[in-house]
């Protein structure tokens, strides 16, 4: 996964991503502009860290989980 | 007889939806769906660690900033492993100063390669040809280039095409031969007789009523 190592750890970039949404932003395009990556990294970021439990998918925006939160 | 097990595949061309894919990449997994909403530029090279490609890939890295002022992002392929292209992409940074900024597909199934008909075998049974495929935000191909392994690609032409779709998206018009952008550009030629004849009336600067051209 790109944004989490496989010792579970967020890389730069997810660590990027759960910032933005420990701040209550939620989709795509918002992450991409908060954290100055591009939208097709964090599109493909998000699939990571949902997948990896840090965050979770609702109504097409993200949110971040508690195991997330206690990573940022 | 010798059974004939040549497999063909179909290329997609312009016009058409770009093929779906989900491949690894040096910067994870991407789908195609990741770039919607952005102009891609899907491109494939021969092999990692080879002389032509090494100059491209500086090349794209190089106008990588222009790109990205105009919504494009790149996207490079081959079927290298992601090790191999990690280990060049370093290897160019280390010996040039120059970072690599975009992913590059690790398609050792050759599952993208073929899906865009970028295999060749009259030039190489294993290896992709230089493919260009400019993808626009609906994910329409817009422009298919394709160069021989020789022959690396010119960067100057690649931003030209981008400069050139996208002013005929926003304008409706299209772009003669060598244009360049701030140049004249052409209004689409009239159906009708009636509209003929109005064309020149309308203050463009016309040869005939059928190549119109005008300042945007």
Not at chain 1, 32 to 49: C, N, T, Y
Not at chain 1, 51 to 69: M, P, S, W
Not at chain 2, 149 to 158: A, K, P, Q
Request: charged fraction near 25%; charge should be neutral; hydrophobic fraction near 40%.
């Amino acid at each position: 996964m790109a944004c989490v190592s496989p010792d579970g750890k967020p890389t730069e970039s997810g660590t990027k991503m759960l910032r933005a949404l420990k701040s209550g932003l939620g989709s795509p395009e918002e992450i991409a502009s908060h954290a100055g990556l591009p939208l097709f990294r964090v599109r493909s970021g998000l699939r990571d860290l949902t997948l990896a439990g840090l965050a979770v998918e609702r109504l097409d925006r993200y949110e971040i989980t508690d195991r997330g939160t206690a990573l940022v | 007889m010798e059974e004939l097990k040549e497999q063909v595949f179909r290329m997609p061309r312009i016009g058409e939806t770009a093929p779906a894919f989900e491949a690894v990449t040096t910067h994870g997994v991407l789908k195609l769906d990741d770039f919607k909403g952005s102009w891609l530029i899907l491109f494939s090279h021969p092999a990692d660690f080879t002389p032509v490609c090494t100059t491209e890939f500086m090349a794209f890295a190089e106008i990588y900033p222009e790109l990205r002022k105009r919504g494009v992002e790149l996207l490079g392929l081959s079927v290298d492993s992601v090790s191999s292209h990690i280990a060049w992409v370093r290897n160019c940074q280390e010996r040039t100063g120059v970072k690599i900024p975009f992913p590059i597909i690790a398609d050792l199934n050759k599952e993208v390669a073929s899906a865009y008909g970028m295999i060749h075998p009259g030039q190489s049974k294993t290896e992709t040809v230089r493919c260009v495929f400019i993808i626009d935000p609906n994910q329409k191909i817009r422009t298919i280039l394709y160069y021989p392994l020789t022959t690396g690609r010119n960067m100057d032409e690649i931003l030209r095409i981008i400069d050139a779709l996208q002013t005929t998206d926003k304008h409706g018009v299209a772009t003669p031969a060598n244009w360049r952008p701030g140049e004249k550009v052409v209004v689409p030629p009239p159906n009708t007789q009636e509209m003929a004849e109005e064309r020149l009336q309308q203050g463009y600067e016309c040869t005939d009523w059928y190549l119109c051209k005008k300042k945007l």
